[in-house]
């Protein structure tokens, strides 16, 4: 069951397409045309819209922007969707809309479901939505790495699995080199930044600071400094509430607030508010009595020794050369001294520290090098039925008596970590080199496909390996640009029943100039340019009856009109039907 499918695209301004509407349908559809119509503007298209990279070369001469637009319709359960929607995407009736702008000036945007997303999000759904492959992927199939990842791919857990403990553990040491690195060639620095360290914590130390001090005696030296206009203050203070002994006649607050109260006291049995003002009169009495008494303690208490302030200044001088050098107050102080003792500790115990860090990097190698192993087996295995897989596909694709294998193999390195008795080169995915080889014909050497591979035999290689994943990982649609390129005859005829089959479980789309594959297409869509040399909306369109024999026809001799041409082209649609 596909489990998405692309149903429409629409172009505007791209290249040489100004404004076109690609319709496309399950099953296998064929996008054809004359060289230079645009063919390949669909598989750009497409790859704008699952996150490829934008170039400004790509928007037509004189438009601001390119525009493409996607509508994919998907399972409600599928990860795209669930990836989709956690980016605040919707549906618009069981379809996802996807579209992405690029400028004349480079500048990208991209959209979901209505909703703007990083480009990087497009990308992500790309693994789970489409395969595309051009000529480029080809070329990418030639590096040794893409070659590992396609076999790793292919063996799923079996290789995940492991590749993950090893991943972690190689990450491990790279962190645990790094530090020992760092500690064995800043000795020198960290020699130095030890000593500054002893030396401010020494310094401290000699102050012997306590938290809060530096704001106590701030308060302090005011005090002392103000000592006489602070006891005058609270004797006239004091005098005013209780009274001045030296003038008995005087009038005061609490006096007079005792006069009330037994003014108010005399009546108040006639009138409860004014027994209740009686009450608070007499608080008030109350309060007055208590603060003239502490005014009184105060004055008593205030020390107005001028040694105590010098000795007080002299102590904040001592604290702000502290902070000064270790922090805005004494809190911040205290808080450099606590951070150095454990940075100091630190750098004390280096030499403890590369003993423990040496024993742990040796005891990751030796696990590497087991990892690294178990990596090894788990590839091999894979590789020959990844290999027998593909040797099987291309006896479908025409070449009967080609053989795949894969070569895995080690380089040896005295810095690397040991596996199979020798030490060997490792890096971040193991220390296998993994390397495709074809031999094309029975006595041929298996040779790596980048040496012994022609142009028409990679592509049916990419093609056979692309259909052998669409057995273990597959992905609801695949794009293929000139998969057919440097192929004709009996080859072109098998590579299109091949592309038939797998559109029976996937939504194929395939940018063709053969008409030996375009017969085996359920829909076959033509390119075509108006007068101006632009694609216009009517400019794709779908081929059906007597319009798609003439195309057919076009492809085969060049002329549209050709009766040997039209009788060939018959011949391959009822070929075609005849397989399906």
Not at 190 to 211: C, K, S, T, Y
Not at 238 to 249: F, I, R, T, V
Not at 545 to 565: C, H, K
């Amino acid at each position: 069951m596909v489990m998405s499918v692309l149903e429409e695209m629409r172009i505007r301004s791209l290249g040489v397409i100004d404004d076109a509407v690609v319709e496309l349908s399950p099953g296998f559809t064929a996008v054809t045309g004359e060289t230079g119509a645009g063919k390949t503007m669909v598989v750009t298209s497409l790859g704008l819209l699952m996150g490829g990279r934008a170039d400004a070369a790509l928007v037509r001469i004189g438009a601001k922007n390119a525009v493409v637009e996607g509508r994919i319709s998907v399972l409600k359960s599928s990860a795209a969707i669930l990836r989709a929607e956690e980016a605040g995407a919707e549906l618009d009736d069981g379809t996802l809309l996807i579209s992405r702008t690029v400028s004349a000036e480079g500048r990208s945007r991209a959209h979901l479901g209505g909703r703007s997303v990083p480009v990087g999000l497009l990308a992500e759904l790309a693994d789970d939505l489409v395969a595309v492959h051009g000529q480029t992927d080809q070329q990418g199939l030639l590096k040794l790495s893409r070659q590992r990842q396609a076999l790793d791919r292919y063996a799923g857990d079996a290789v995940a699995v492991p590749l993950a403990k090893y991943t972690g553990a190689y990450r491990r040491l790279r962190a645990i080199t790094t530090e020992l690195d760092q500690i064995t060639t800043r000795a020198r620095e960290r020699a130095q930044e030890a000593d500054m360290l002893r030396f401010g914590l020494d310094e401290i130390a000699g102050v012997e600071p306590r938290a809060g001090e530096d704001v106590e005696l701030a308060a302090e030296a005011e005090r002392l400094g103000h000592a006489e206009a602070l006891a005058s203050a609270a004797a006239v203070a004091h005098a005013a509430l209780a009274g001045n002994p030296e003038d008995p006649e005087g009038i005061d607050a609490t006096t007079l607030v005792a006069g009330a109260h037994r003014a108010l006291e005399a009546v108040r049995s006639h009138d409860a508010a004014l027994g209740a003002l009686a009450g608070r009169i007499g608080e008030i009495g109350i309060l007055l009595g208590d603060v003239a008494g502490e005014l009184a303690g105060y004055a008593d208490d205030l020390d107005a020794d001028p040694l105590r302030l010098a000795a007080v200044e002299e102590r904040r001088a001592s604290l702000t050369t502290l902070t000064r050098k270790y922090g805005a107050d004494v809190a911040a102080v205290l808080s450099y001294a606590e951070q150095s003792a454990v940075r100091l500790l630190e750098l004390d115990g280096d030499d403890d520290r590369i003993g423990e860090l040496t024993a742990e990097r040796d005891a990751l190698r030796a696990e590497l090098g087991g990892l690294a192993q178990a990596l090894t087996d788990v590839r091999t295995e894979a590789a020959e039925r990844f290999a027998a897989a593909v040797t099987a596909e291309l006896a479908s694709l025409a070449m009967p008596h080609a053989r795949v294998s894969f070569a895995i193999r080690q380089t040896e390195d005295p810095e690397g970590v040991e596996v199979g008795g020798r030490p060997v080169a490792y890096g971040p995915a193991g220390c296998d080199e993994v390397e495709l080889l074809l031999a094309p014909h029975p006595g041929a050497p298996p040779r790596p496909i980048a040496k012994g591979a022609s142009g028409g035999e990679l592509s049916r290689v990419m093609l056979a390996v692309e259909v052998v994943f669409a057995g273990t990982d597959p992905v609801p649609t695949y794009l293929f640009d000139e998969v057919d390129a440097g192929v004709g005859g009996k080859a072109a005829v098998e590579i299109g029943r091949r592309l038939a089959k797998l559109a029976k479980s996937a939504q194929v789309v395939v940018v063709t100039h053969l008409p030996q594959v375009a017969a085996f297409a359920d829909r076959q869509l033509l390119v075509e340019k108006t007068n101006d040399g632009s694609v216009t909306r009517s400019g794709v369109k779908v081929l059906e009856g007597e319009e798609r024999i003439r195309e057919l026809s076009r492809m085969l001799a060049g002329q549209e009109d050709s009766e040997t041409a039209r009788a060939h082209a018959e011949e391959l649609l009822a070929t075609a039907r005849a397989d399906g």
